[in-house]
């Protein structure tokens, strides 16, 4: 295993040796097509690096990620629980529903690549990668990590679902392909819950469905940051209910938790929801982790009298 610092200076001394240019002329390509100019010195890294990529851990790709200076929701605790989850469960084929820039794309791929096999599609909106600088693909490049298809959509991950089931309905009823799904996406009841009823078709028995954002509210995100529209959804035109509800938890407890499919359910820090697809014959469970940060507790305790005063001001 070489370390950085050696790395780099094999770096210098073989520009000085073989009288190397160290601009970006070179250039990466992946197996999908996309390509990155690279310099000659980041070139020499990658060969050097080969064989550590092909088994990645977790304290590696954190600091390959830690590299890129850009806002995401999770970070390295989150990942690790993400990462440590692929690791117990092995499945063998992945889903991600919304990627952003990439980052719990890589602790996923990541942990796929330690355990020696399966693989990662992630999907979202093709217009979204006009923000998301970097992306996903050049995460994806400069972690060495290759087991991951990357598709974008025009409107909605929910279209790609369409075409999935249309694929593995070779006798008119859908043959499901997934272990373990993320969603990830806008935070929508109308588009992230038709997506769990999709989703629900292509997992199978046992598999796992992971929603991101529970508490999340468009209300929130209008204060805070002064947004007009998310992912493409203008704000303007939702209702107040619609802004003040958490509609990931509104899908987790309608939906999810109501389905015959779905009998063990675990929420974790007011932050994710976790569903594994059982047989309907058991008995529904449901574990409340704030395990995570004391600011969970907080935030589960400021939401309980925000909706105390909501009734009583009602």
Same mark, same amino acid.
């Given at each position: 295993m070489?370390? +950085?610092?050696? @790395? ?9 040796? &073989? ?11 992946r197996k ?13 890294v990658?060969?050097?690096?080969t ?6 851990? =977790?304290e ?14 999770i ?11 692929? !690791?117990?469960?092995? +499945?063998?084929?992945?889903?991600e ?25 992630s ?6 990668? *006009? ?5 996903i693909? *050049?995460? !994806? ?12 959509? /025009?409107t909605?991950?929910?279209?790609f679902?369409?075409? %999935? ?6 006798? %008119?009823?859908?043959? +499901?392909?997934?272990? =373990?799904? =993320?969603?990830?996406?806008?935070? /929508? ?5 038709? @997506? &769990? ?18 508490? =999340?509210?468009y ?18 035109? !939702?209702?107040?209910?619609?802004l003040? $509800? ?6 987790? /407890? ?5 389905? +015959? /499919?779905? $009998?063990? &359910?675990i ?16 008995k ?7 395990s995570?940060?004391?600011?969970a507790?907080?935030?589960? @305790? &400021? ?12």
């Amino acid at each position: 295993m070489i370390a +950085p610092h050696v @790395a780099a200076t094999v770096c210098r001394i073989a520009l000085i040796i &073989f009288g190397l240019r160290d601009e970006p002329v070179y250039i990466l390509e992946r197996k999908d097509g996309w390509t990155l100019d690279i310099t000659m010195r980041e070139l020499i890294v990658r060969l050097l690096f080969t064989t550590r990529f092909k088994l990645m851990k =977790f304290e590696e790709l954190s600091s390959h990620l830690n590299v890129f200076s850009f806002k995401t929701s999770i970070g390295s605790h989150l990942g690790k629980i993400l990462y440590d989850f692929v !690791l117990d469960k092995k +499945p063998s084929e992945c889903l991600e529903l919304g990627f952003g820039h990439g980052t719990s794309s890589c602790y996923i791929a990541a942990a796929l690549d330690e355990i020696g096999t399966g693989h990662l599609t992630s999907v979202d909106l093709a217009r979204a990668a *006009e923000w998301q600088k970097p992306s996903i693909e *050049e995460l !994806l490049l400069k972690t060495g990590l290759e087991n991951v298809t990357v598709e974008r959509e /025009n409107t909605s991950y929910t279209w790609f679902l369409k075409k %999935k089931i249309e694929e593995n309905s070779p006798s %008119k009823y859908c043959q +499901p392909i997934y272990v =373990f799904c =993320f969603i990830d996406g806008p935070k /929508n009841w109308t588009i992230d819950g038709c @997506a &769990f009823f999709l989703v629900d078709k292509l997992l199978k028995q046992d598999g796992w469905i992971l929603f991101d954002d529970y508490d =999340f509210t468009y209300a929130e995100i209008r204060r805070r940051c002064g947004f007009d529209t998310m992912d493409f959804i203008n704000l303007l035109e !939702l209702g107040t209910d619609e802004l003040e $509800s958490p509609h990931i938890e509104l899908i987790f /407890n309608l939906l999810v938790m109501q389905h +015959p /499919n779905y $009998s063990k &359910f675990i929420i974790q820090d007011e932050r994710w929801g976790w569903a594994q697809k059982t047989s309907s014959s058991l008995k529904k469970t449901l574990v409340i982790d704030t395990s995570f940060t004391f600011r969970a507790q907080l935030v589960r @305790a &400021f939401h309980r009298l925000k909706r105390f005063a909501a009734r009583r001001i009602g």
